[in-house]
């Protein structure tokens, strides 16, 4: 039987003795067949016929390797390209000039410094940021609602110590005591000065006793001033303190101390303040700081009318009070020294306005470092961004100075108790009763508290105690009570109401929701009033 060789589909087997490149015949070629030239170019100008070996280039296995991966690719043949981009492809390929080397290295240098420099006051911003406001930093970028009471008002205690003062006598106390009230809404702020000497009961033992002036007690929570955390118990028990005085619920304290006035001042480029002499005086004049220049200047010292202060004036003007001779327009000492440390805060909230710091949060983070341990509060950093936008949206006319010292209404006097001069409430010493309904009735969104108008209430149900109770009754719901005393001697069936004042609108509808079956009457009433008196009320037994 004859072996067949195997072969593979679409291919031959070769045979002995033939060669790679030989054409594989089925059959003898024809005699007659005519000849082919099956001469090819090598590529190196040597011609040869199909089929025949070529010496020394017989085919390896690289060239095998070569053809299979030409096949394989898929890209398209390179185009031809012109001559104009075989010169700009050369041009491209050659090196860069050392110049370009230098300036491209130069710029790079420049963009990485530019960033270690801006996340380096970053990192300071944000560090002097977390010492002085509470909660964490990254929340600044947050705009939370501030804190409020049932008015609706944001309160602050503004708190100013002389620490920073080489030499200064009781550089602790807090000589400057401010209370700035601010709506969100309405978008208005009242701001009122406690009187440093007001005479307290510290409800603790401090260096003068149990009781004293009231700059002390910020230094009798306790005296660890290298701690945060003693600061902020210092000042959230202050805060409780003096809101407890003028009847104001407190949510903010800020401390601040000389140099935060005058870094904040220069800040903005100085502000322009009005300034006025007391007692119909030319200006203010006052020589206890020029020691500092050996009297050899004036460092206050101003006619009547507009000035710009510097830093430094600014804040000797926010001290002065006018406690040495020579001195002029201070006559009502730290009554005067007040009114001008509300000027100077008014003034610097405009000029940081007009000069873009109130609206631009790097400037306000900026001056916040630069105030550094000279500042410290309980505001959370989330609250700062709605601190700035308030600021700037809240108009200087829609910021009200209030005084507790006023020719037509003072709730605080200035007398002699236990042998020290100190301001006391006029009421009497420790009454602060009329102190509270002062500022109630300015600060307060009730219309009935806001139209003031006085309340008389009678006792005609011959129950000892019963008018007064009344009488606290109508004080909480904001009612402004001026006297409580006995009605006269005769028969009350009901409560009667007697109507003085027809312009209080507001009062009165309030009354009649307070007291429903309320006998109304617009005739004399039983006893003699005064002048500031709207309404008369007589009660009987704990009637409503």
């Not at 679409?10 to 030239?37: E, I």
């Amino acid at each position: 039987m004859k072996n067949k060789r195997p072969s593979i589909d679409g291919f031959v087997p070769r045979r002995n003795g033939s060669q790679l490149g030989d054409f594989h015949r089925t059959k003898r070629p024809s005699a007659n067949a005519g000849s082919v030239n099956r001469s090819l170019h090598t590529g190196n100008r040597v011609r040869q016929s199909v089929g025949e070996a070529r010496t020394s280039q017989a085919i390896g296995r690289s060239d095998i390797d070569e053809s299979l991966r030409e096949i394989d690719t898929s890209e398209p043949p390179a185009k031809a390209i012109s001559r104009r981009q075989r010169r700009r492809l050369a041009k491209q390929s050659q090196p860069r000039s050392k110049l370009r080397r230098i300036l491209r290295g130069f710029f790079i240098t420049l963009v990485i410094i530019g960033v270690i420099a801006a996340g380096w006051l970053a990192f300071k911003t944000f560090l002097a940021g977390g010492n002085i406001f509470r909660g964490s930093i990254f929340d600044i970028l947050q705009s939370q609602t501030l804190k409020q009471d049932s008015d609706g008002r944001s309160n602050f205690l503004i708190l100013g110590t002389s620490e920073d003062d080489p030499g200064h006598g009781g550089a602790f106390l807090t000589d400057s005591m401010m209370v700035l009230s601010v709506d969100q809404t309405k978008k208005n702020a009242y701001m009122f000065s406690i009187p440093r000497d007001l005479y307290v009961k510290y409800g603790m033992a401090c260096n003068s006793g149990y009781e004293g002036k009231i700059n002390e007690y910020f230094n009798c929570v306790n005296d660890n001033y290298g701690s945060n955390d003693a600061e902020q118990e210092r000042l959230s028990q202050t805060q409780a303190f003096v809101g407890d005085i003028v009847g104001v619920d407190i949510q903010y304290g800020i401390h601040v101390n000389n140099t935060v006035i005058k870094d904040a001042v220069d800040a903005v480029g100085g502000v322009d303040v009005n300034i006025q002499g007391s007692n119909g005086d030319p200006g203010v004049y006052d020589t206890n700081f020029d020691w500092r220049c050996k009297y050899k200047c004036n460092l206050v010292k101003y006619t009547n009318g507009v000035h710009h202060l510097d830093g430094a004036h600014a804040l000797y003007l926010a001290m002065a009070r006018g406690d040495i001779a020579p001195t002029y327009g201070l006559g009502n000492s730290n009554f005067d020294r007040e009114k001008n440390q509300q000027k100077i805060i008014i003034a610097l909230k405009e000029k940081a306005v007009t000069t873009g710091t109130l609206t631009n949060l790097s400037k306000v983070t900026s001056l916040i470092d630069a105030l550094g341990q000279n500042l410290r509060t309980n505001i959370q950093t989330g609250e700062i961004q709605t601190l700035m936008k308030l600021g700037a949206e809240i108009k200087a006319d829609n910021i009200k100075s209030i005084s507790l010292f006023d020719d037509d209404k003072s709730v605080v006097k200035s007398g002699n108790y236990n042998g020290a001069s100190v301001v006391m409430p006029s009421a009497g010493i420790f009454d602060y009763d009329d102190i509270r309904a002062f500022i109630d009735e300015t600060l307060s969104s009730n219309p009935v508290t806001r139209e003031k108008a006085g309340i008389v209430v009678l006792n005609g149900s011959g129950v000892e105690g019963a008018g007064q109770a009344q009488a606290d009754r109508l004080r909480a719901k904001g009612f402004i009570i001026s006297a409580v005393d006995n009605a006269p001697e005769g028969t009350y069936n009901g409560i009667e109401i007697y109507q003085i004042d027809a312009s209080k609108t507001a009062t009165i509808a309030k009354l009649k929701e307070f007291y429903p079956k309320a006998i109304i009457k617009t005739t004399t009433p039983p006893v003699v009033v005064d002048v500031d008196t709207s309404f008369v009320v007589i009660v009987v037994s704990s009637q409503k």
